[in-house]
């Protein structure tokens, strides 16, 4: 539930700012937040496990690519 409410506060603040560093947040919370439902719907054997916290990789490479976009020099 914290991942949703988190991106739907990033979105908003895409919203206003039309800033790539919140959509791109809202995406990492979202993907977050639907990966933990699976999680929690799922009944998975050990060797499925692994393959759920994939979106967590996705989730924390898209934060590092915001975070690089945001800090690069303006050209």
């Given at each position: 539930m914290a991942s949703f409410?988190?991106?739907?506060?990033f979105l908003r603040f895409w919203?206003?700012?039309?800033d790539r560093f919140f959509l791109l947040f809202s995406l990492a919370f979202s993907i977050d937040a639907m990966g933990r439902v699976a999680l929690g719907l799922m009944s998975l054997s050990e060797?499925?496990?692994p393959l759920v916290?994939?979106?967590r990789l996705?989730?924390?490479g898209?934060?590092?690519v915001a975070i690089f976009d945001k800090n690069?020099?303006?050209?």
């Amino acid at each position: 539930m914290a991942s949703f409410i988190a991106a739907l506060h990033f979105l908003r603040f895409w919203k206003n700012t039309r800033d790539r560093f919140f959509l791109l947040f809202s995406l990492a919370f979202s993907i977050d937040a639907m990966g933990r439902v699976a999680l929690g719907l799922m009944s998975l054997s050990e060797e499925q496990e692994p393959l759920v916290y994939l979106t967590r990789l996705l989730m924390f490479g898209i934060i590092l690519v915001a975070i690089f976009d945001k800090n690069r020099g303006k050209k």
